[in-house]
């Protein structure tokens, strides 16, 4: 009895040390694979989302499908009210605060009764703002404007704050009041837009290729442009839209 009671604990001692042995050969094959390659090599893979994080987590830039495309972030966090995701195929960037600030974004394809709509979108937003400069194609069923956008965009407050005053005065109901609050936020100083477009350069709906230039409210005042007809035309304009001068005469 004492015999075999000797044997089974010199067998258990020998499968422990073997346990032991075989883990730290699967451990050791693991560091030196990892180590010398540092990263795994696939020739194809698919996801519908990949999260590119920085060493402590923070999230930098997500590429994904439609459905699992990130909701806007500020800080981290979901703006109030929220933009959710779900509808922003690509690549959407994220500064070192963890706010969105740009990305790359498309669609495109036809409904039911044949229509169909088209969009790219490759945006770089100022700093807690808005888009500031943008490449944009846009194609509603035929009707398309493509070029280049800059803007201008206030620098205070941070668009998630502007945004949720303007979302709670579109909730008031039609009147001087709601007037007034409105042109305050569109336009915070005498002269200066909250956010307006100064530089086009590009293709319009009607065909024509342009450069055009405009004032801080957003007014164009100087074009240069040839029209669907291939005629060119350089063009002066007052704040209210009317040419003032043009070349040629």
């Not at 693991?30 to 010398?36: A, E, K, M, N, R």
Request: net charge positive.
């Amino acid at each position: 009895m004492n015999h075999e009671l000797t044997k089974m604990k010199n067998d258990l001692r020998l499968l422990k040390c073997y346990a032991v042995t075989m883990t730290s050969i699967f451990v050791i094959t693991g560091i030196l694979v990892f180590s010398s390659a540092n990263m795994l090599h696939f020739k194809e893979i698919s996801v519908e989302r990949i999260n590119i994080v920085e060493k402590d987590g923070n999230l930098r830039m997500v590429i994904s499908n439609r459905s699992r495309s990130p909701e806007v972030l500020a800080y981290g966090k979901g703006l109030i009210p929220a933009i959710p995701g779900g509808g922003r195929p690509g690549l959407i960037f994220f500064n070192d605060e963890g706010t969105e600030n740009g990305g790359l974004v498309f669609s495109g394809g036809k409904d039911s009764s044949g229509v169909y709509n088209a969009s790219g979108h490759f945006s770089f937003d100022q700093y807690n703002q808005n888009q500031v400069i943008y490449m944009q194609y846009t194609d509603n069923n035929g009707s398309q404007n493509t070029g280049l956008h800059i803007d201008d965009w206030q620098t205070s407050p941070d668009f998630k704050d502007w945004r949720a005053e303007y979302k709670k005065t579109q909730q008031l109901p039609d009147g001087i009041g709601k007037e007034a609050l409105l042109k305050k936020l569109m336009e915070p100083k005498e002269g200066q837009k909250a956010y307006a477009q100064r530089v086009f350069v590009g293709k319009d709906t009607e065909k024509a290729a342009m450069v055009t230039l405009a004032d801080r409210m957003g007014k164009p005042r100087l074009q240069l442009m040839v029209d669907s007809n291939g005629i060119a035309r350089l063009n002066f304009l007052d704040q209210k839209g009317n040419i003032t001068y043009s070349l040629p005469k």
